[in-house]
């Protein structure tokens, strides 16, 4: 069974910096997608951020100029750079493929707080 290990999150200042990975455990085949939503509490999992296979990302307008998407696809493998980061970014954030099924990680806290 295939998972999807998140790491990196954790607690920064506001305007401060993290990079989450998310690692797939296993081979996965036909991914087509891969992305980032957050969940913050009282609220529904929104998604942040994706990068196709060929490359294209799209950013939820929040995040737009402060975060950047990457991926290695032969490892199954991505990441997200948060810059500038706000208090409303608080939220647990999971890692997302899309492929031969949906896979999806635990899920890493990331706290923006002074």
């Known amino acids: 069974q295939v998972q999807l290990v998140e790491s990196g999150g954790g607690l920064v200042q506001p305007g401060g910096s993290l990079r989450l990975s998310c690692a797939a455990s296993?081979?996965?085949?036909?991914?087509?997608?891969m992305g980032w939503y957050r969940q913050a509490p009282g609220k529904q999992r929104e998604l942040v951020s994706s990068i196709t296979i060929g490359g294209s990302t799209m950013y939820a307008d929040s995040v737009k100029g402060r975060f950047t998407i990457s991926s290695d696809n032969a490892k199954n493998t991505v990441y997200l750079q948060m810059n500038s980061l706000k208090p409303d970014d608080t939220a647990v954030y999971y890692c997302?493929?899309?492929?031969?099924?949906?896979?999806w990680g635990q899920g890493t806290q990331v706290t923006v707080s002074s």
């Open positions: 997302n493929i899309d492929g031969s099924r949906v896979y």
């Open positions: 296993g081979r996965i085949f036909s991914v087509y997608r």
